[in-house]
């Protein structure tokens, strides 16, 4: 039976489905190991002879890798262009640094391995949110990456939850962390099953004609408010703080406020990523400003309101886990977001520290100052996102078939390159492959993902190459290795930074380069859907 032209578009769309899925249950093993150690590590340390000075220097140490780490891993992942390589040996280092340390018998060792797994985290998280923003383009990236969220937010209270339990039951803390062994593994099987399913997820890229430009660069003002939000907004344990000391609410009952704290989180990453899908930039605004209220709720608000402010404080957080990253998304081009995500993961680890810091010497003062201190943050951050525009990453394609790609249009259906280009052409055999497609589709796929401005592939009927072996298209011949041209022609930068991907992908070939002056390069205007 013939398939229907769309079949591929569709069967695209639920690989992108699985693969979100999939790296959300990741997320969720991942988070139940760690998030699990995390919840007893404390207690832990200090049974292991740790002052708590030694405590203070572990975590911070360890934060302060876990995202100073980011950017690197981020560029080199961009660079290296092996995003499964860095995603899944940072998993690997993040999750058997958990059961390890059961096995050290001194606050040292045990310390070291706190780091080394805040450290793994770092390697893998840029990379791993690069792949994701791929599959995020047919699905929504606010939908997609608040899905992600949530199901990271079940791991991350089932960890600590299961470690409790087994704590009650009478194991030892050692004992505890060896258990956390088995979500680890687990991780690493669904893992390695999302990697064999989707050895490539750039080919999920929706294609560039459903989405809008994508700009060089994260904008500064973005990133400005996202390091403003996140110096505004307290830690969970700072305002668990206050709540004791001012005997609000039982001491007993922080534990039921983090619960509800992490559930609403889940929630509102859903829930506001598909408003993000909807309605852009202005979601995250009003989701800043809402979340903000959060402090001063707690301040005072009283029990009622300071129960009702941590439930908003989990909705903030869930706006952060979800939407920041999908606006990340849309900004940067495909082949950058890794180092896109980076640069996002520290900026936003600076400010929470910073702020994190001047919020604890503020309430020391007065704690009106910290409610006063995160309104104001917040608030400006809001004001920035408001006037901040991502658009969808990608090139709106013109009509040039199933193996053509298109650029920028102006309403008026032409796009204007600078005069001055490049002409770049890729001889290469019909039956020469990369991974499981024919080179030449891969070599066209591969340049509408990192929004080259068109491609065009020609199919010879006769030529040879350095085997000097000839090739023809004659009646009956037409099994022979035909040759085959891609060109592509766009700005000399764009081209230059797509020659190094071309080196990667041919080992037997020809290409060339020569200057050409652009005179049109118009396509048809799409129809009015609506």
């Not at 081009?333 to 520290?353: C, I, K």
Request: proline residues 6%; glycine residues 12%.
């Amino acid at each position: 039976m013939k398939r229907s032209p769309a079949s591929a578009p569709h069967r695209a769309d639920r690989a992108a489905a699985r693969f979100v899925l999939l790296m959300g249950v990741v997320s969720l093993l991942a988070d139940a190991t760690y998030e699990g150690a995390r919840s007893v590590l404390g207690p832990y340390l200090l049974a292991l002879g740790a002052s708590a000075t030694a405590v203070g220097f572990v975590a911070g140490l360890g934060e302060l890798a876990g995202y100073g780490l980011r950017l690197v891993s981020g560029r080199l992942a961009d660079r290296t262009r092996r995003y499964w390589a860095f995603t899944f040996w940072g998993y690997v280092v993040n999750l058997i640094s958990v059961p390890a340390l059961a096995l050290a018998g001194r606050w040292e060792p045990a310390g070291a391995l706190v780091i080394l797994e805040r450290a793994g985290k770092a390697v893998r998280t840029p990379p791993r949110d690069a792949m994701l923003s791929h599959a995020a383009t047919r699905l929504g990236t606010g939908w997609a990456f608040g899905l992600h969220e949530a199901l990271d937010q079940v791991g991350a209270v089932a960890g600590p939850l299961g470690v409790a339990g087994l704590l009650a039951a009478g194991a030892s803390f050692r004992q505890a962390f060896a258990a956390l062994a088995a979500p680890a593994v687990l991780c690493l099987v669904v893992l390695a099953r999302a990697r064999a399913q989707l050895p490539h997820p750039s080919a999920l890229e929706r294609p560039p004609a459903q989405l809008g430009r994508a700009s060089p660069r994260v904008p500064k003002r973005y990133l400005f408010g996202v390091a403003l939000l996140a110096a505004g907004f307290p830690d969970f344990a700072l305002l668990a703080y206050h709540l004791s000391r001012s005997e609000l609410l039982p001491a007993a009952s922080t534990p039921a406020l983090y619960a509800v704290a992490m559930a609403t989180d889940a929630g509102a990453a859903l829930l506001l990523g598909r408003w993000f899908d909807r309605h852009g930039t202005p979601v995250l605004a009003l989701g800043t400003l809402v979340a903000a209220a959060a402090s001063p709720l707690v301040v005072f608000g009283g029990g009622v309101g300071a129960a009702f402010g941590m439930a908003l404080w989990g909705a903030g957080m869930g706006l952060q886990e979800s939407v920041l990253r999908a606006a990340v998304a849309r900004m940067a081009p495909p082949d950058r977001r890794a180092s896109a995500f980076g640069l996002f993961h520290t900026v936003y680890g600076a400010g929470w520290f910073a702020g994190s810091a001047a919020m604890g010497v503020l309430y020391d003062l007065r704690p009106d100052y910290l409610a006063a201190f995160a309104v104001t943050l917040q608030v400006a951050a809001a004001l920035l996102f408001a006037r901040t525009r991502p658009q969808g990453g990608g090139v709106p394609a013109g009509d040039a078939g199933p193996l053509g790609v298109g650029g920028e249009s102006s309403p008026g259906g032409t796009m204007k390159l600078s005069e001055e280009g490049l002409l770049l052409r890729v001889y290469v055999g019909e039956s020469d492959r990369w991974h499981d497609r024919p080179l030449y589709e891969a070599i066209v796929l591969r340049a509408r993902e990192m929004g080259l401005a068109g491609a065009t592939v020609l199919r010879g009927l006769a030529g040879f190459g350095a085997s000097s072996r000839i090739h023809t298209a004659k009646l009956l011949r037409l099994s022979e290795d035909l040759p085959v041209v891609v060109e592509i022609a766009d700005e000399v930068d764009r081209i230059e930074r797509f020659l190094p991907v071309l080196d990667e992908m041919i080992t037997e070939g020809l290409v060339t380069l020569e200057k050409v002056r652009v005179i049109l390069y118009r396509h048809r205007p799409q129809p009015d859907r609506r």
